[in-house]
């Protein structure tokens, strides 16, 4: 509601860390009431040549800019995916949409409380949209019915 009003009032889009300000701000105030929240705010902001920008909030109010986070209980897997590659910014969509399934899967199948669903999302100036989703228990039925039908 904040994001569309500052839209409707300045004429363009409220800027990544003004958001990720205002949500830390929210939960900041309301640190007493045993919120679990670990977030990351991401996108690119309106002016010409902006870079993207990301933020890691949690529930005590604590932002944190960066250019790489993993959040939950199996961040530090999928962590460990992630810092074996090199660092490039000069990744094609598809290297990174491949890279990040492959760090959310490593976490997922070895951290039980990871769940079992992958939501890969691809933001770019242009917006975001969904490129890759997958129920890995579902897959992995489907894996176990066509072995004990072949």
Not at 41 to 70: K, Q, S
Not at 90 to 100: I, K, P, Q, T
Not at 107 to 133: H, P
């Amino acid at each position: 509601a904040e994001a569309a009003l500052h839209e409707l009032t300045e004429g363009r889009r409220m800027s990544v860390s003004r958001t990720s300000r205002l949500l830390s701000n929210a939960l900041y105030q309301n640190r007493g009431l045993g919120l679990s929240v670990g977030t990351m705010i991401m996108g690119f902001d309106d002016e010409e040549g902006a870079p993207p920008r990301i933020f890691y909030v949690d529930n005590t109010g604590m932002r944190i800019a960066g250019d790489l986070f993993a959040v939950g209980s199996g961040s530090t897997f999928a962590l460990g995916i992630l810092d074996t590659q090199e660092k490039r910014y000069d990744m094609s969509a598809d290297e990174a949409v491949a890279l990040g399934i492959k760090a959310i899967r490593h976490a997922t199948f070895r951290d039980a409380y990871s769940g079992g669903f992958i939501n890969v999302f691809l933001i770019t100036k242009n917006g975001w949209e969904r490129v890759f989703t997958e129920d890995l228990a579902s897959a992995a039925d489907r894996r176990l019915n066509e072995t004990t039908t072949t």
